[in-house]
């Protein structure tokens, strides 16, 4: 069973940033692909950013040059660094992790429910 815990929510001001955390703990899981989505309000989920444990990374175009993610393998924690921070970003964001090798990151940037674990997610307000 693998538990994913998000941390570094909250609400700034549009232009503001945050930092994002996911610690992630399991016994015997491959994480190859630690992932960020968000759901905003009475919208669906949606792939934010995805890392590979091959080193290499996926963003939806809608954060692309604003945020950046990375990973320490050696914690199994994911990291989500948002800068520029807009209105539109306010949503849940939520990590998650899939341990099938076959398939490249954006595969599972674009299909959130094809995801193995979750976690509860942290909240991020963005004020304009």
């Known amino acids: 069973q693998v538990q994913l815990v998000e941390s570094g929510g909250g609400s700034v001001q549009s232009g503001g940033s945050l930092r994002l955390s996911c610690a992630a703990s399991?016994?015997?899981?491959?994480?190859?692909?630690m992932g960020w989505f968000r759901q905003a309000p009475g919208e669906g989920r949606d792939g934010v950013a995805m890392s590979d444990s091959d080193g290499r990374v996926w963003y939806a175009d809608s954060v692309k040059g604003r945020f950046s993610i990375s990973r320490d393998s050696a914690k199994n924690t994911l990291y989500l660094q948002m800068d520029s921070l807009k209105p539109e970003d306010t949503a849940m964001y939520y990590c998650a992790v899939n341990s099938n090798a076959g398939l490249r990151g954006l595969y599972y940037l674009k299909n959130p429910d094809q995801m193995d674990y979750w976690g509860a997610g942290t909240s991020v307000t963005i004020s304009s």
């Open positions: 399991g016994v015997g899981y491959n994480y190859v692909h």
